[in-house]
């Protein structure tokens, strides 16, 4: 059963990045058509698509959003890592890996918990001086 885990600081100031590192269990990074992404719920709304890294080490981002998202990988130690660079206080959220296996990917700007397949618990970021 394939399990994530997110990790990193919960309180980063504005104007600095972000950084979070999924660690996933139970399967491997690399797992040909796997998909995973990072997804964010702020305060009192919707899930918001961040972007993904996929089986191959490709990446997509939301047109909204990658400007500033990066994210990597480290095979070794089974993880995928998301950047987000020069945050504000409306990055505030709960931040979510999350993983699906498609053929083709299919990415919602706006998902549901259902379009995939394994969800971390989340981690709270807040932007805060």
């Known amino acids: 059963q394939m399990q994530l885990q997110e990790s990193g600081p919960g309180l980063v100031k504005p104007s600095q990045t972000l950084s979070l590192t999924c660690t996933a269990s139970?399967?491997?990074?690399?797992?040909?058509?796997?998909?995973w992404s990072w997804i964010r719920q702020p305060p009192g709304k919707g899930l918001e698509w961040i972007g993904y890294?996929?089986?191959?080490?490709?990446?997509y981002y939301s047109p909204s959003l990658k400007s500033r998202a990066s994210i990597s990988r480290d095979t070794s130690k089974n993880q995928f890592t998301l950047q987000l660079m020069a945050v504000t206080p409306e990055d505030t959220a709960m931040y979510y890996c999350?993983?699906?296996?498609?053929?083709?990917?299919?990415?919602?700007?706006?998902?549901?918990?259902?379009?995939?397949?394994?969800w971390g618990q989340g981690t709270q970021v807040t932007v805060s001086s």
């Open positions: 890294i996929d089986y191959s080490g490709s990446t």
């Open positions: 999350a993983s699906k296996r498609e053929l083709v990917a299919v990415v919602s700007i706006a998902p549901q918990r259902g379009e995939y397949d394994y």
């Open positions: 139970g399967g491997s990074i690399t797992t040909d058509y796997y998909y």
